[in-house]
Nanobody
Framework: QVQLVESGGGLVQPGASLTLSCTVP????????MAWFRQPPAKDRAFVPA????????YYADSVQGRVTNSSDNRANTVSLQMNRLKADGTAGYYC???????????????WGQGTQVTVSS
């Protein structure tokens, strides 16, 4: 069972930036296409960005386009989600996912992390 590991969550003020990271322990190279999903309190899990296995293609949800950057360090087997100008609606559990293809649908991803909480509040 592959367990992804997220880090970097915390409490930030509106307008601040925050970077989340996700690693795939025990793997070398870039074995999966990776994505981030977020789940606000009492709401469904929603797609944020996805990045292809080679990191050549990145796909963003319309709601975050221009405010987040998804990147990959294949040597470190890590993907990062940089979020800028955070708003209160960014408060959510953020989950990293890995799968065979990069896609906006959660069901396409076989491997998930436990999640990291981001709270945007003054």
């Amino acid at each position: 069972q592959v367990q992804l590991v997220e880090s970097g969550g915390g409490l930030v003020q509106p307008g601040a930036s925050l970077t989340l990271s996700c690693t795939v322990p025990g793997c070398t190279g870039s074995p999966y296409a990776m994505a981030w999903f977020r789940q606000p309190p009492a709401k469904d899990r929603a797609f944020v960005p996805a990045i292809s296995r080679s990191a050549a293609r990145t796909y963003y949800a319309d709601s975050v386009q221009g405010r987040v950057t998804n990147s990959s360090d294949n040597r470190a087997n890590t993907v990062s989600l940089q979020m800028n100008r955070l708003k209160a609606d960014g408060t959510a559990g953020y989950y990293c996912a890995g799968g065979e293809v990069y896609d906006r649908h959660a069901e396409e991803y076989a491997y998930w992390g436990q999640g990291t909480q981001v709270t945007v509040s003054s």
